[in-house]
Protein backbone atom coordinates (compact mmCIF):
# COMPACT_ATOMS: atom_id res chain seq x y z
CA UNK A 1 0.00 0.00 0.00
CA UNK A 2 1.44 2.83 -0.48
CA UNK A 3 1.57 6.16 1.53
CA UNK A 4 -0.05 9.42 1.22
CA UNK A 5 2.24 12.38 1.06
CA UNK A 6 3.38 14.30 3.72
CA UNK A 7 0.85 17.39 5.14
CA UNK A 8 2.22 20.86 4.19
CA UNK A 9 3.85 19.60 1.15
CA UNK A 10 1.92 19.53 -2.26
CA UNK A 11 4.07 16.45 -4.00
CA UNK A 12 7.16 14.17 -3.13
CA UNK A 13 9.26 12.06 -5.03
CA UNK A 14 10.06 8.36 -3.47
CA UNK A 15 13.20 6.69 -3.71
CA UNK A 16 13.79 3.13 -4.79
CA UNK A 17 15.36 3.00 -0.92
CA UNK A 18 11.66 4.89 -0.11
CA UNK A 19 12.80 8.36 1.05
CA UNK A 20 10.50 10.74 0.58
CA UNK A 21 11.74 14.25 -1.30
CA UNK A 22 9.93 17.29 -0.26
CA UNK A 23 8.76 18.70 -3.09
CA UNK A 24 7.35 22.86 -2.07
CA UNK A 25 5.77 25.48 -4.19
CA UNK A 26 6.87 27.64 -6.74
CA UNK A 27 10.14 26.15 -6.90
CA UNK A 28 12.03 24.11 -9.37
CA UNK A 29 14.59 21.37 -8.73
CA UNK A 30 17.33 20.54 -10.44
CA UNK A 31 18.63 16.53 -10.59
CA UNK A 32 21.95 15.01 -11.42
CA UNK A 33 25.52 14.41 -10.11
CA UNK A 34 26.74 17.73 -10.16
CA UNK A 35 27.43 19.57 -7.26
CA UNK A 36 24.73 22.38 -7.22
CA UNK A 37 21.96 20.44 -7.83
CA UNK A 38 19.30 20.14 -5.54
CA UNK A 39 18.54 16.52 -6.20
CA UNK A 40 22.10 14.96 -5.51
CA UNK A 41 22.79 11.72 -7.00
CA UNK A 42 25.83 9.64 -7.64
CA UNK A 43 24.83 7.27 -10.48
CA UNK A 44 26.76 6.97 -13.34
CA UNK A 45 24.10 7.05 -15.91
CA UNK A 46 23.12 10.60 -14.65
CA UNK A 47 24.36 13.61 -15.89
CA UNK A 48 25.49 16.61 -14.04
CA UNK A 49 21.97 17.95 -14.72
CA UNK A 50 20.03 15.76 -15.66
CA UNK A 51 16.27 16.94 -15.79
CA UNK A 52 14.41 19.86 -14.11
CA UNK A 53 11.38 19.34 -11.83
CA UNK A 54 8.90 22.71 -11.91
CA UNK A 55 6.61 22.96 -8.58
CA UNK A 56 3.62 25.36 -9.66
CA UNK A 57 2.49 27.90 -7.09
CA UNK A 58 -0.37 26.73 -6.52
CA UNK A 59 1.00 23.24 -5.79
CA UNK A 60 -1.24 21.69 -8.45
CA UNK A 61 1.14 21.36 -11.53
CA UNK A 62 3.96 19.74 -11.19
CA UNK A 63 6.35 19.25 -14.61
CA UNK A 64 9.25 17.62 -15.62
CA UNK A 65 11.80 18.72 -18.57
CA UNK A 66 14.73 16.66 -19.48
CA UNK A 67 18.03 18.74 -19.54
CA UNK A 68 19.55 17.20 -22.89
CA UNK A 69 20.55 14.31 -20.37
CA UNK A 70 23.02 12.17 -22.08
CA UNK A 71 20.75 9.08 -21.36
CA UNK A 72 17.87 10.58 -21.69
CA UNK A 73 14.92 10.87 -18.99
CA UNK A 74 11.86 8.36 -19.04
CA UNK A 75 8.62 8.77 -17.15
CA UNK A 76 6.73 5.62 -16.92
CA UNK A 77 9.18 3.91 -19.26
CA UNK A 78 8.49 6.72 -22.20
CA UNK A 79 11.36 8.88 -23.14
CA UNK A 80 9.80 12.56 -22.41
CA UNK A 81 10.31 14.94 -24.79
CA UNK A 82 9.87 18.68 -23.75
CA UNK A 83 7.85 19.98 -20.60
CA UNK A 84 6.08 16.87 -19.12
CA UNK A 85 3.15 16.89 -16.50
CA UNK A 86 3.68 14.61 -13.85
CA UNK A 87 1.01 12.82 -12.01
CA UNK A 88 0.77 11.17 -9.22
CA UNK A 89 1.86 7.39 -9.27
CA UNK A 90 4.37 8.36 -12.18
CA UNK A 91 7.62 6.94 -12.39
CA UNK A 92 10.47 8.98 -13.59
CA UNK A 93 13.76 7.15 -14.45
CA UNK A 94 17.30 8.70 -15.13
CA UNK A 95 20.27 6.49 -15.55
CA UNK A 96 19.86 3.63 -13.09
CA UNK A 97 17.97 5.71 -10.56
CA UNK A 98 14.00 5.92 -10.26
CA UNK A 99 11.60 7.79 -8.46
CA UNK A 100 8.14 7.53 -7.63
CA UNK A 101 5.90 10.74 -7.86
CA UNK A 102 3.30 11.35 -5.09
CA UNK A 103 1.06 14.81 -5.34
CA UNK A 104 -1.09 15.38 -2.52
CA UNK A 105 -4.69 15.71 -3.35
CA UNK A 106 -5.61 19.29 -2.13
CA UNK A 107 -9.59 18.36 -2.56
CA UNK A 108 -9.11 15.49 -0.50
CA UNK A 109 -11.31 16.38 3.48
CA UNK A 110 -8.34 15.86 6.33
CA UNK A 111 -7.52 12.47 7.02
CA UNK A 112 -8.82 10.50 9.98
CA UNK A 113 -8.13 7.74 11.86
CA UNK A 114 -11.85 5.93 11.54
CA UNK A 115 -10.77 3.04 13.48
CA UNK A 116 -12.23 4.89 16.72
CA UNK A 117 -15.00 2.55 18.81
CA UNK A 118 -17.56 4.29 20.15
CA UNK A 119 -18.53 3.04 23.77
CA UNK A 120 -22.48 3.25 25.43
CA UNK A 121 -24.16 2.64 22.38
Not at 38 to 51: K, L, M, V, W
Not at 87 to 100: L, R, W
Request: net charge positive; charged share 25%; glycine share 12%.
Amino acid sequence: MQRPPLPGSPAHLKTSSGQLLELVRNRVYVLGRGETCDIRTDDPGCSRQHFKIIVSGDGRGLFLEDLDSKNGTQVNGVASKGRVLLKSGDTVQAGGVSYVVQIADRNAPNQMDTRTTFFGR
